[in-house]
């Protein structure tokens, strides 16, 4: 079983930045595709970005690309996404994810049912 605990999150004024960090425990997930996920308001969970399991493969939604990175550090067990240029439209409590499956190809995944693993979230909201 593999515990994950994101942190990071907080209130960030239009334009700033916010660095989120998802924690593994349990057991290693260096060699599972990981993501980030966030749901606003009303709206139901989406991809943010996706990342393969060495972290050379990634996906960025198009609301993100361009202002968002999404990387690993598998001697760490950590999921990072950092995020720039924020503005309001970005609030939402994010969500990091991995695969129970395990296997060196160079995918990433872009839905819920495709990950095991979730961590319990964390809120960021963008002032404007």
């Known amino acids: 079983q593999v515990q994950l605990v994101e942190s990071g999150g907080g209130l960030v004024q239009a334009g700033g930045s916010v660095r989120l960090s998802c924690a593994a425990s349990g057991r290693t997930v260096s060699a599972s595709a990981m993501g980030w996920f966030r749901q606003a308001p009303d709206r139901e969970r989406a991809i943010v970005a996706g990342i393969s399991w060495s972290g050379g493969t990634t996906y960025y939604a198009d609301s993100v690309k361009g202002r968002f990175t999404i990387s690993r550090d598998n001697a760490k067990n950590t999921l990072y996404l950092q995020m720039n240029s924020l503005n309001p439209e970005d609030t939402a409590v994010y969500y990091c994810?991995?695969?129970?499956?395990?296997?060196?190809?160079?995918?990433?995944?872009?839905?819920?049912?495709?990950?095991?693993?979730w961590g319990q979230g964390t809120q960021v909201t963008v002032s404007s």
């Open positions: 994810a991995a695969r129970r499956t395990t296997g060196f190809s160079g995918r990433y995944y872009l839905n819920e049912y495709e990950y095991d693993y």
